[in-house]
């Protein structure tokens, strides 16, 4: 008998973690599991260090091509302001060698069990949301496109770094 509710607790348990898993994870900007949506990509590295993607195209022709709110350049540091809307992340544009100030709007709602921590694996960042404004730092150092995701890796988009922001 012990045996039974052991084996039944079991279950309902797994089956309550799926349900968790699944419904805090399934909203998605069509790029899961941080693989990159650049078409002109050649390479990919492995390493969740430096997830960097060499573009066959020029760094201003990937601005202009690539979607995504593009930052401004104001006094040596870039900004740039997205919002985590119905929980899905947004591509941005930013240039390399610039400190970036990226501040993500996010309003009641739109937080999960997935999305509520993003992380930038190629420049060590982690950043906890929380619903209002969130600023996320980081300096590029190589043109290319970048992914970022939340924490679990399911729900991304990118980050396209590039030579001139102005071109």
Not at 27 to 51: E, H, I, L, M, P
Not at 52 to 63: D, G, R, V
């Amino acid at each position: 008998m012990k045996k039974s509710f052991y084996l039944l607790g079991s279950a309902l348990a797994i089956a309550l973690i799926g349900i968790v898993l699944f419904t805090g994870c399934t909203r998605s900007s069509g790029n899961a599991g941080g693989t990159s949506v650049s078409k002109s990509a050649q390479t990919q590295t492995s390493s969740d260090t430096q997830n960097t993607t060499s573009q066959q195209s020029t760094s201003s022709s990937a601005a202009k091509s690539n979607s995504g709110t593009k930052a401004t350049v104001s006094d040596g540091v870039q900004m740039v302001a997205t919002t985590l809307d119905q929980g899905i992340y947004k591509p941005i544009v930013v240039q390399t060698g610039v400190p970036v100030k990226w501040t993500i709007t996010a309003k009641d709602g739109d937080l999960n069990s997935c999305n509520n921590k993003m992380v930038i694996r190629s420049y060590g960042v982690e950043k906890q949301l929380a619903v209002g404004e969130n600023v996320v730092e980081f300096t590029p150092t190589k043109a290319g496109t970048i992914n970022y995701s939340c924490w679990m890796g399911m729900v991304g988009s990118t980050i396209t770094i590039v030579d001139d922001i102005n071109q």
